[in-house]
Nanobody, 123 residues
Framework: QVQLVESGGGSVQAGGSLRLSCAAS?????MGWFRQAPGKEREGVAG???????TYADSLKGRFTISRDNAKNTLYLQMNSLKPEDTAMYYC????????????????????WGQGTQVVVSS
């Protein structure tokens, strides 16, 4: 079992930045960020595996950066140039399997999930 605890969410004005963190209780090979806006389905934001492979949602490339600190078992999501449409609950996910790039944004490939951290971007 893996426990995931997200933090770093909050309210920010458009154009601002936030860094989300996800502390895991143990090391996992694949980790990712997902988000769910009100009234919408959850979508993949960014994912990363133990080989260093990263994948981003096409619409977010260039603004969001995923990284991890293996010594701390912590995943990060740096979000820059935030827009009101980035408002959502952001979830961290993890799995012991090494997921290839094309699966890192597929939520069914992750066994463990955090409770989420809320991000609100105002215009």
């Amino acid at each position: 079992q893996v426990q995931l605890v997200e933090s770093g969410g909050g309210s920010v004005q458009a154009g601002g930045s936030l860094r989300l963190s996800c502390a895991a209780s143990r090391y996992t090979s694949s980790m990712g960020w997902f988000r769910q806006a009100p009234g919408k389905e959850r979508e993949g934001v960014a994912g990363m595996n133990s080989a260093g492979t990263t994948t981003y949602a096409d619409s977010l490339k260039g603004r969001f950066t995923i990284s991890r600190d293996n010594a701390k078992n912590t995943l990060y999501l740096q979000m820059n140039s935030l827009k009101p449409e980035d408002t959502a609950m952001y979830y961290c996910a993890a799995d012991y399997q090494v997921r290839p790039a094309f699966w890192l944004l597929s939520e069914e490939r992750y066994a463990y999930w955090g409770q989420g951290t809320q991000v609100v971007v105002s215009s």
